[in-house]
């Protein structure tokens, strides 16, 4: 079917940290009874209004994020405003690090002020450790869709796109599938963005090379072959893409995110990206708060910064499609113009469920190694 503006919000959907080793331990965080009650809020409610939660974040003064690129959904600006607009500083640590390592640095900064605050992480990380989170139900909850979020809050839905390939137009042939990328002028020049056992946008890619293969979200087997397949051919490189690789021509073509590579073309007019009509991928990132958060007033106000009407704009500014997008363009808050930039998207769009998701997590862990190896 052809989809225009797709916002994702229709469809049922279901970042490397290196911790080093310090001469000594990190100092353990302070804990108090206000400390605790923040800890235990589910709702702005609990802290009595909005005002009452602000005061609170205000008076801890810091949030800690991980694994936050500022080019990835306009994050720097998602950012920026926040700390701005409540007098918080950010401390935004390993913004290229990877789903899996938010988990890690969670797990070995635990009882620590370093501790993330907040994560933001691809469906697979993110469904194998919701014990790990904090139920929360920001204000806008009833404007989010039932199944884009967890019944208790314990996850949200936030932000989607769909894979793409991006490419830089002025040293490759036009591309237009998977296909393309395989011939011998595409040699030692197709990056994917990341891990897939590890990161949400490779493990995607890999799914949306099953699905152009005859596979599905479910069996990701043809997905596995296809770059196995690159990988003899001697066209996949194994590099992490950022932007500087892109402008510097080291990654001239990027299997990631289509809001990741569309912001390419602001820096490299010659970048073009495509979503492949055969292959049509698309997904959310889950956001969810540390059951032990550092900051946890801090990090219930982030949560209601991203999930307010503004948090969501910054966000469809970096090209990537809120959860909430249908909601405020009825309400008549959403920005129109980015809401009407977002690429048309054609072919029958392809959302992995939960179960889905998992099998195809347990195949990779056990056969990317094929590719790699």
Sequence with gaps: ?????????????????????????????????????????????????MDDLIAAAQEEGELNVIALPPDW??????????????DIEVNSAQPDAASQDEINAANQLQGTERAPDVFDLGQSVALANTEMFAPYKVSTWETIPDEFKDPDGTWVNDYGGFMSIGYDSSKVPEVSTLDDLLGPEFEGKVALNGDPTQAGAAFSGV???????????????????????????????????????????????????????????????????????????????????NKDAPHPAAARLWQEFLYSDEGQNIWLGGGARPVRAEAMAEAGTIDQEAYDALPPV????????????????????????????
């Design 346 to 373: 054609s072919g029958e769009p392809v959302l992995p469920t939960e179960p889905q998701v998992q099998k195809a997590a347990d195949y990779l862990n056990a056969n990317w190694s094929k590719v790699v190896g």
């Design 73 to 86: 959904a306009n994050y720097g600006a998602m950012i920026d405003t926040f700390a701005d607009k409540y």
């Design 1 to 49: 079917m052809k989809v225009s503006r797709f916002t994702l919000v229709s469809l049922v959907t279901s970042a490397s940290l290196a911790v080093v080793a310090a001469g000594c331990s990190p100092p353990e965080r302070e804990s108090d009874a206000e400390t605790a009650d923040a800890a235990a809020a589910t709702s702005a409610e609990d802290f009595g209004t």
């Design 207 to 289: 799914v949306m090379a099953a699905v152009a293969n005859g596979g599905s979200a479910e069996d990701i087997a043809p997905g596995v072959d296809y770059f196995v397949e690159l990988d003899r051919a001697g066209n996949f490189l194994p590099v992490d893409p950022t932007s500087a690789t892109i402008q510097s021509g080291q990654t001239p073509v990027v299997i990631d995110w289509d809001y990741l590579n569309a912001a390419e073309a602001a820096n490299n007019p010659d970048w073009k990206v495509v979503v492949p009509e055969n292959a049509v991928v698309g997904g959310y990132y889950f956001q969810a708060i």
